[in-house]
């Protein structure tokens, strides 16, 4: 398995940026691009929107990961599709496509979510180190969640192509409530309860609490309730992809 993991990431790589000029830079251009474009649009209001945090530092702490997330998701979509002529080898497995994606996938937005750091820190801006083994695990647990929420998707996608249309639509959704432009402290108290019921919006506040200790946590933000999304996703995704990997293989 490890073989195949190996050699089907190798693989992405190459054809992931191979068509592209600029490479691998896009790794690091299109969360720049994002990042730059939201500091010019609430550059004048940036400190009621992330209060105790610079504004810099609160979005690379949600865009990152959840572009991460997304991205993981929907490459697991045509993960069995772009990999078919590979399953004759009895050792490459369906599920070995889809780590392999979502390896790739926390690797490069990992490395530029150090890049961007490592930039800041650079510039003067104030990141905190006490917490450094916290924030590593809260990736680590964000890629099980990916790579639950990944199998999934790819299972339902092999009796339906049309999955990837709804995931577009409501990954706009999941953006605009996991509070990656905003912080929760600043939503009225009577609608902060419905958010949180999005176990993203959970993750990306501990992250930001982390780097940063004077951006406090409000109440109801929980690591247990996350793992408890992760586990029921990985199961789901294992039991899904345990039932219909034979199903993956013969589809068209």
């Keep these: 398995m490890y073989a195949a993991v190996s050699a089907l990431l190798l693989r992405e790589l190459q054809t992931r940026f191979g068509q592209y000029r600029l490479g ?9 691009l994002t990042i730059g474009a939201l500091i010019v649009i609430f550059g004048t209001i940036r400190e009621r929107i992330s209060p105790g945090i610079e504004f810099v530092i609160f979005l690379i702490n949600g865009i990152i990961p959840f572009f991460m997330f997304r991205s993981g998701i929907m490459q697991s979509i045509g993960a069995v599709q772009s990999n078919k002529g590979l399953f004759s080898y009895r050792p490459v497995k369906p599920v070995d496509a889809v780590l392999a ?39 680590f647990l964000l890629f099980i969640f990916m790579l639950g929420c990944s199998l999934i998707f790819m299972v339902v996608a092999s009796f339906s192509s049309e999955i990837q249309k709804f995931l577009s639509a409501s990954f706009l959704i999941i953006y605009l409530s996991s509070g990656v432009l905003y912080s929760i402290k600043i939503i009225p108290t009577q609608y902060r309860d419905y958010l949180l019921y999005n176990p993203l919006i959970h993750m990306f506040e501990l992250m930001r609490h982390a780097v940063a ?18 586990i029921g996703s990985l199961f789901v995704g294992l039991l899904l992809y345990k039932r219909f990997d034979k199903h993956m293989v013969r589809s068209k």
């Design 213 to 230: 200790p004077t951006y406090t946590l409000v109440s109801g933000i929980s690591l247990s309730y996350f793992i408890y999304w992760l």
């Design 24 to 32: 691998y830079l896009w790794v690091f251009l299109e969360p720049l």
């Design 101 to 139: 994606r979502n390896i790739l996938e926390f690797i490069l937005k990992f490395l530029a979510y150090i890049t961007f750091s490592g930039l800041l820190i650079w510039f003067g801006f104030n990141i905190s180190f006490e917490s450094i083994p916290q924030l590593l695990l809260y990736w």
